[in-house]
């Protein structure tokens, strides 16, 4: 509830299927569109992880699987929220790779898209990133931070939203 009133469009996990669930009844209950990509920990898919599916009209969550489907995904949520201009922070488990065929499609339409890597130190990360921007610089960043996308571990992604 609080990530909403700070204004969280969208929950994007990759977690295991108890949670899962337990998301996707938070998402439906909230109406908050839910992205869950469905992964072992190889990267691979897997079939036991099955989402309840009401009959209803208002499921909100979106069940990915294989997560090769992710680069279409996630320029479809930056296309119908109109994103000009948005950050990707990542992780060292993710490989940014993975996303090139989207960085690709949105660098064709125009986009800005900038690429910061999370260290496991988030705040001297965030620290060092800041002291090095002149007030100007840190005006425009600090609107670019409405629009990011978070793609990392849940652990990590936790702490980062925290700091």
């Known amino acids: 509830c609080e990530l909403m009133n ?11 299927c108890t949670s899962a669930g337990s998301l996707q009844s938070l998402a439906d209950a909230m109406h908050i569109p839910h992205l869950f990509i469905q992964r072992s920990t190889a990267g691979t898919p897997r079939s036991g992880c099955g989402l309840t599916r009401s009959n209803r009209n208002d499921d ?31 992780d060292s488990e993710y490989d940014i790779r993975g996303i090139q065929e989207f960085l690709d499609k949105v660098s064709q339409q125009g986009m800005d898209v900038a690429l910061q890597k999370v260290e496991n130190n988030i705040n001297k990360m965030i620290t060092t990133l800041f002291d090095t921007m002149r007030i100007e610089e840190l005006n425009r960043y600090r609107d670019t931070l409405r629009r990011a996308i978070l793609v990392m571990n849940p652990a990590m ?7």
Do not use: H
């Open 60 to 90: 909100y969550t979106l069940s990915v699987r294989p997560p090769v489907y992710l680069n279409d995904v996630i320029l479809r949520v930056v296309t119908e929220y109109a994103w000009q201009k948005f950050i990707i922070f990542y």
């Open 6 to 16: 700070q204004g969280i469009l969208a929950l994007v996990s990759s977690i295991g």
């Open 157 to 163: 992604a936790k702490s980062f939203i925290t700091e």
